[in-house]
Nanobody
Framework: QVQLVESGGGLVQPGGSLRLSCAASGSIFNIYAMYWYRQAPGKQRELVAT???????NYADSVKDRFTISRDNGKNTVYLQMIRLKHEDTANYYC??????????????WGQGTQVTVSS
């Protein structure tokens, strides 16, 4: 079975920075695209950033030039570097990945989420 475990969330002041990590574990054969989503209270979950297996990235307009997604394929880990954080970035951040386990077909997996709170 595959697990995605996020870490790095917390409380930060406006203008501050945080780095989220999401590590995949299990009998992994290949990891395709990896994503960060977020969900604020009372709002729908939204896509924040995407990175393909080849390293191509894409961002929501609201986080462009402030967030950077990256991955370490050797560690099966995706990162989200967030700078110049704003109150509206407050949300639970979720990792999502398309993963193929040994002997299986690609499937979608979600992490459990990590809370980011931007407040003074």
């Amino acid at each position: 079975q595959v697990q995605l475990v996020e870490s790095g969330g917390g409380l930060v002041q406006p203008g501050g920075s945080l780095r989220l990590s999401c590590a995949a574990s299990g009998s992994i054969f290949n990891i395709y695209a990896m994503y960060w989503y977020r969900q604020a209270p009372g709002k729908q979950r939204e896509l924040v950033a995407t990175i393909t297996s080849g390293g191509n990235t894409n961002y929501a307009d609201s986080v462009k030039d402030r967030f950077t997604i990256s991955r370490d394929n050797g560690k099966n880990t995706v990162y989200l570097q967030m700078i110049r954080l704003k109150h509206e970035d407050t949300a639970n951040y979720y990792c999502y990945a398309v993963i193929q386990v040994i002997g299986g077909s690609p499937r979608n997996y979600w992490g459990q989420g990590t809370q980011v709170t931007v407040s003074s």
